[in-house]
């Protein structure tokens, strides 16, 4: 179970790190919340600029990625699928679609709403610093063709700037 690893994208505000973390069975998101680390050990790294993010610039064996630094995470499909099948599977969750502004990117997906169903409440009490959107889609402010997809997408509430969606909050 320890030597388990995913790879996953991780955005920040000038890059794009693609890299494999050890995850010891661990989804990405409960590995973001960790509070007891400030940092994720990555391997196999490649950093491309975000204006070229095919463009690889720097590739290296390991690299030290400050959870702070990250706007959003996306996982490979296979932890994806994983993380999204897991999310929320036993409890009574609404959906809501979400469109969500971040430095340098809007990001639309799915948020899941446990318990009262209201979205202000929900991230009033949410308990990580990562919020996972489901069947998400992240553009590149700057140059709009450019987009990513994942299943799951892994968003930094400190970096949120707006939440939308298109439910009225109850009166």
Known sequence: MKDEVEGAEFYTHQYRIVGSVRTGGQRLTDLLNDDLTSALDLTDVEVARLLTPKEVVASHPSAVLEKQGILFAIGFEEGARVAERRFYKHVDTREWDVFITVPSFELTGKFHVRGTGDLRTMLLTWTGQFIPLTQAKAVFTLLP????????????????????TNRKPGL
């Open 145 to 164: 063709e450019i987009s990513f997809t994942g299943l799951a997408i892994i968003v930094n509430r400190s970096h949120i700037e707006v939440i939308c």
